[in-house]
Structures are given as C-alpha cells and as structure tokens.
C-alpha cells in the first residue's frame, strides 16, 4: 500500500523564480496538508485542505498558495522565491481533518540560490 | 510560533539504556503526538494520545500526559542504534485543530 508520495525529492531555484510540488496522499485519505521544515527546528504550518476546500492556513506571506484536486492529491506553488524559503516541505495526509494521526512523506527539499 | 518544547534539546545514552524526552506546550489542547525524523526527511508518527488520556504504550515506546502541567513525555526502553533520529511532539489545540503545532525537537544518539 503506497504512502504519501512527493515530488520532485530535490530541487534547486533562483532567487526570484517560483515552484510547484506536489503531493499525493494515502488512498482513502482526504485530508492534505503542508508544512516547511527549516533545518533545525520543527515543522511550522503552512496549508490544510479537506475535500478540497482549505480549511486552515498558517502565517505565510501571499506568495504562498496551494490547492487540492478531485482525486485528493495536492500542489504547493511559492512565487518569487526567497533565499529564506530554502527548507524541507512535507506534505502529511490524514484520514479526517482533525484529531487523527498525520502521515507523512519523505519531503521535498528546495534550495533557493 | 512553536508551541511545544521538546527538553532536552540532545539526548546521548548507551545503547540498552532508557531514553526518557519532555515536551510542554502553551494552550489547552484536543490531542498530543510524538514522531520521529531520521536525518532530516518525513516524519514517522508514534503515538496520539488525547486529552483525556493519561499513558499511552507501543512495543517498547510509553507516552504520559499531564494536561495540568502541560506537559508531556516519552520513553523509549531499552534504547537500540536504530533510534538515532529526532523526536518531536505535535499538538493539535482546542482553537486550531486543522493543524498540528510542533517543537524543535531531541536529538537522541543511541551509542553502540
């Protein structure tokens, strides 16, 4: 049974440009959310969405947006990229939108030069 | 802001010994989680525990709960090499329970 998939693994952006990831959850699981894991220190939260619809969404600057398709995978898009947005983005699905367990994939690691 | 506070922020113990982390947080909350992270990739959950909930076990893994003191912790009995990672507790609160709000995490190093 296949767990939270992410893509790319790697990526390597200039300043200035923008990216997309993307996310596909644990089959069955409607819930997506994102979070930025800067080395060091925990993971802070960017995006939730459940069914589609966002239903939560942590302080991040507009640059900053995501969206959810009918088949519950996901996509993280930053515009105009920040040296400072160099990190880890782990996606973490779960079955419902609250108090149940989060499962994560192995991240995508972006490096804004 | 992080809401939890894993303590210590390094933890080094021989392997078969005991490794005991604290995590307090700030606000009330529905729920407590504690994962762990190998070398900076995903996180792998361990164990939920909810409000009204006091001790939790897995294998060799016991979570306690002291929603009084805010306060957390998690014990990993007759540590192996294998446990090397950083473990950090996640809440999901009262007034945000769509999220999960993380601390910065122990480093735990299993000496062989």
């Known amino acids: 049974d296949a767990g939270v998939t992410q893509s790319p693994t790697h990526l390597i952006k200039t300043r200035g440009q923008h990216v997309t990831l993307r996310c596909s959850p644990i089959?069955?699981?409607?819930?997506v959310s994102w979070y930025q894991q800067v080395l060091g220190q925990g993971p802070q939260f960017i995006f939730q969405y459940y069914e589609k619809e966002e239903r939560g969404r942590g302080n991040f600057p507009d640059r900053f947006s995501a969206r959810q398709f009918p088949n519950y995978s996901s996509e993280l898009n930053v515009n105009a990229l920040l040296l400072g947005d160099s990190a880890l983005y782990l996606c973490a699905s779960s079955f419902a939108s609250q108090g149940t367990e989060a499962f994560f994939g192995q991240g995508t690691r972006l490096t804004v030069v | 802001s992080q809401q939890g506070e894993e303590d210590p922020q390094a933890l080094s113990i021989q392997e078969g010994e005991n490794a005991t982390m604290n995590c307090s947080y700030k606000t009330s909350i529905n729920n407590l989680q504690w994962y762990r992270q190998n070398s900076g990739r995903g996180l792998v959950h361990l164990i939920l525990?909810?409000?009204n909930e006091r001790e939790k076990h897995s294998g060799r893994l016991r979570v306690t709960l002291d929603t009084s003191k805010k306060s957390s912790s998690l014990l990993i009995t007759a540590s192996r090499a294998a446990d090397t990672a950083s473990y950090f507790c996640a809440t999901g609160t009262l007034d945000s329970n769509y999220q999960l709000i993380w601390g910065a995490g122990t480093k735990l190093i299993i000496k062989p």
């Open positions: 089959s069955g699981h409607k819930s």
């Open positions: 525990i909810r409000s």
